[in-house]
T-cell receptor, first 113, second 111 residues
Framework: IAGITQAPTSQILAAGRRMTLRCTQDMRHNAMYWYRQDLGLGLRLIHYSNTAGTTGKGEVPDGYSVSRANTDDFPLTLASAVPSQTSVYFC????????????FGNGTRLTVT | DQQVKQNSPSLSVQEGRISILNCDYTNSMFDYFLWYKKYPAEGPTFLISISSIKDKNEDGRFTVFLNKSAKHLSLHIVPSQPGDSAVYFCAASQSLGDMRFGAGTRLTVKP
């Protein structure tokens, strides 16, 4: 089934540890995104990539990094996790970026203790 | 700085009646607006959209209205069904910009 696969589904992580959230899409979409969902704040953009080889910062990029080595994969790395990064993380893709609708994965629930 | 606001965290309606979900935005450069629906333990899914050159877009039971002068849009669901119970997110974007989301409204449709 075509779509976005995120891994892991959930994770408990000690503060200070490094963590990479994985995201793979098989729709050959050019643009990919990482959002975090927090109660009362909705979905906030962390980083994005309009095409393979390029990345950009969103609303809340601090403490996170991304890479886009190829079209399909867009991993999100927390170099040194802090409790405020406890959230549900969604990866998304779209055909062209901008106003084209986003396709979301099912999310990774991350708890930093 | 929340550029897209959904001021009602929750809404409850009776099956068969109309559901109206509201959204306000502050950035006049937004030119495309979307609604997403989210069930628990799943990612949001695209529902309906509207371009800023229109004031209404309809798709089956779902209609989105845009009032640019008021920087306001709304989603109407008629008739509401229990399967419509979900969290609805309003989103806005510029043609070459990223997409901003509201905080969401939890809709409950009672049988």
């Amino acid at each position: 089934i075509a779509g976005i696969t995120q891994a892991p589904t959930s994770q408990i992580l000690a503060a200070g540890r490094r963590m990479t959230l994985r995201c793979t899409q098989d729709m050959r979409h050019n643009a990919m995104y990482w959002y975090r969902q927090d109660l009362g704040l909705g979905l906030r953009l962390i980083h994005y990539s309009n095409t393979a080889g390029t990345t950009g910062k969103g609303e809340v990029p601090d403490g996170y990094s991304v890479s886009r080595a190829n079209t399909d994969d867009f991993p999100l790395t927390l170099a040194s996790a802090v409790p405020s990064q406890t959230s549900v993380y969604f990866c998304a893709s779209s055909v062209t970026g901008g106003s084209s609708p986003l396709h979301f994965g099912n999310g990774t629930r991350l708890t930093v203790t | 700085d929340q550029q897209v606001k959904q001021n009602s965290p929750s809404l409850s309606v009776q099956e068969g009646r109309i559901s109206i979900l509201n959204c306000d935005y502050t950035n006049s450069m937004f030119d495309y607006f979307l609604w997403y629906k989210k069930y628990p333990a799943e990612g949001p899914t695209f529902l309906i959209s509207i371009s800023s050159i229109k004031d209404k877009n309809e798709d089956g039971r779902f209609t989105v209205f845009l009032n640019k002068s008021a920087k306001h849009l709304s989603l109407h669901i008629v008739p509401s069904q229990p399967g419509d119970s979900a969290v609805y997110f309003c989103a806005a974007s510029q043609s070459l910009g990223d997409m901003r989301f509201g905080a969401g409204t939890r809709l409950t449709v009672k049988p």
